[in-house]
């Protein structure tokens, strides 16, 4: 039973090492092409060199009993005539096969009608060569045959003595032992050239990778640096071959030059949406100005002013955002870090937004005492911006509900709405520049697409995390998470008020 187990352990651990192996080969990977190039290129160099030896030695081995059968088949006609002028040609041939014959060699006569005229000693053929008498298609140069499970080197000559045709003359010499030790060799030979296939395979595709390791480490390195950190950004690579050493200063110089091209960008923006927001701010005054004081206003004029000042408002806070995000990137913003009693500081905040939005706001805090370090302004605007989103993505008679719960050492608040939700494939993208789940919806809300990406980065900015909880026609919840400080007291408010 507990070997059972083991088995099916170790099965399913060659299993998952398999498929691991499985992930890491890519077909169009440099390390692949190499590898299987010059493995490519072995395998033929090896097959080439096995492939020749083999012929070589087949071909010394062969060539010497090939000279013997040669020399007999020469001489043979010659020793029949000798014998035939003492005996009787029948009695001349058998006298002329027992001179030549050998334990290798087997002799043999057939007339025209393929009778047998002589032949070598009967229990000799009968034990090694009984189908042998039975040929028929007999080459006339030495060929190696298999006969019986044995290899024999054949060939056949026309015997002619003193003008008279006999006859074919056949000569069969047994190479077996010479044979079997040539095949084996052979496949030795091929077993090694394969295993050395195997061998140079493995450590090319070690030797390769190793080679290759420079190069990845540029890419994990690289994959690593964003716009933030383009200046201080720098390549290290230990003893890396010229050509990847060139690489990478070539591409250090080109992060100089990215970094030159990206402050430039966050200079002008921060510049532009300075400028602009000053007299977009103005415009905004006289229009609210106007509105309010305009009783004698028409319809049309009434509805007209106040899409331009909500216009205007939208683009002001498109450029609020914008230089937040400037002073992000360009590590110009600076949070004012101080301990803050989240259970005050939610009911300030809710009563902020419920002026605001008009809307149900629910507060659900905590009997215990929750301190946080961060900076109090920031932290309003994330609040703000997640209740304003809420209220923006949920029906008028929603509430949204603003929670304060203790989670381990952590300190949770969570923004809840039961609105349209985010499907779940957008969830990750969420907080990403720009990023809307929906283009017209969020233009008609007024969203510029910043606010969470904002959001997630003042968070993060003061030591926290933000997290969602979003299914779609259902609700969102968004939380922020922020470490609890050492002094929160249980069932007992502090007095430190946020400045
Ligand atoms: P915007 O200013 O367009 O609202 P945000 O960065 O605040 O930009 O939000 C990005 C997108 O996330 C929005 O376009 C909206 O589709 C979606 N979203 C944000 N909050 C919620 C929410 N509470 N419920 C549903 N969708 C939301």
Not at 290 to 303: D, K, S, V, Y
């Amino acid at each position: 039973m507990a070997s059972n187990k083991n088995i099916m352990k170790f099965f399913t651990h060659l299993r998952k090492k398999i498929s691991e192996f499985k992930k890491q080969i890519d077909p169009s990977s440099l390390r692949m092409r190499l590898t299987v190039g010059v493995v490519t290129l072995s395998a033929l160099g090896l097959g080439g060199v096995a492939i020749w030896t083999s012929l070589r030695m087949q071909n010394i081995l062969v060539v010497t009993h090939k000279q013997n059968i040669q020399y007999i088949a020469d001489r043979f006609p010659h020793d029949v005539e000798i014998y035939s002028d003492m005996v009787l040609l029948p009695n001349a041939m058998q006298k002329a096969i027992d001179r030549r014959t050998t334990a290798n060699i087997l002799l043999w006569i057939k007339n025209q009608d393929g009778i047998v005229l002589a032949q070598s000693d009967p229990i000799e053929m009968g034990i090694k060569g009984r189908d042998l008498l039975s040929l028929t298609q007999v080459p006339p140069i030495p060929e190696i045959k298999q006969v019986e499970g044995r290899y024999w080197l054949l060939c056949a000559t026309p015997l002619e003595v003193k003008g008279n045709r006999l006859g074919k003359f056949y000569i069969a010499q047994d190479i077996t032992g010479d044979q079997t030790m040539f095949l084996r060799l052979i496949r030795n030979l091929s077993i090694a050239s394969l295993l050395s296939i195997a061998g140079i395979t493995v450590a090319l595709a070690i030797y390769v990778g190793r080679s290759l390791q420079p190069l990845q480490r540029i890419s994990k390195l690289t994959e690593k640096i964003s716009a933030e950190d383009l200046k201080e950004a720098h390549i290290d690579l230990e003893n890396p071959p010229s050509e990847v050493k060139e690489l990478a200063q070539t591409f250090e110089k080109m992060l100089v030059r990215l970094s030159d091209a990206w402050e430039h960008q966050q200079q002008l923006l921060s510049n532009v949406s300075h400028e602009l927001r000053t007299p977009l701010t103005i415009v905004s005054g006289y229009l609210q100005s106007t509105l309010r004081r305009g009783h004698n206003l028409t319809q049309p004029q009434r509805e007209a002013l106040e899409i331009a000042s909500s216009e205007a408002n939208r683009t002001i806070q498109l450029m609020q955002d914008l230089l937040d995000l400037a002073r992000v990137d360009s590590g110009r913003m600076h949070f004012q870090i101080e301990a803050i009693v989240l259970n005050d500081f939610i009911e300030e905040i809710v009563g902020m937004a419920r002026e605001y939005c008009n809307r149900t706001v629910n507060v659900k805090s905590s009997s215990k005492t929750m301190i946080v370090k961060a900076d109090i302004n920031r932290l309003k605007q994330v609040l703000l911006n997640l209740i304003d989103n809420a209220v923006k993505y949920s029906d008028d008679r929603e509430p949204v509900t603003v929670k304060l719960a203790r989670q381990g050492a952590k300190v949770a608040i969570q923004v809840s709405d039961r609105g349209i939700g985010i499907p779940l494939a957008q969830q990750a993208r969420i907080f990403e520049r720009f990023y809307r789940v929906d283009d017209d919806r969020s233009r008609a809300t007024g969203g510029t697409g910043l606010g969470l990406s904002i959001v997630k980065t003042l968070v993060e900015g003061m030591g926290g995390s933000i997290s969602l909880r979003s299914q779609q026609g259902v609700g969102s919840t968004f939380t922020v998470t922020f470490p609890l400080t050492s002094s929160s007291v249980s069932n007992n408010y502090l007095t430190l008020k946020s400045k």
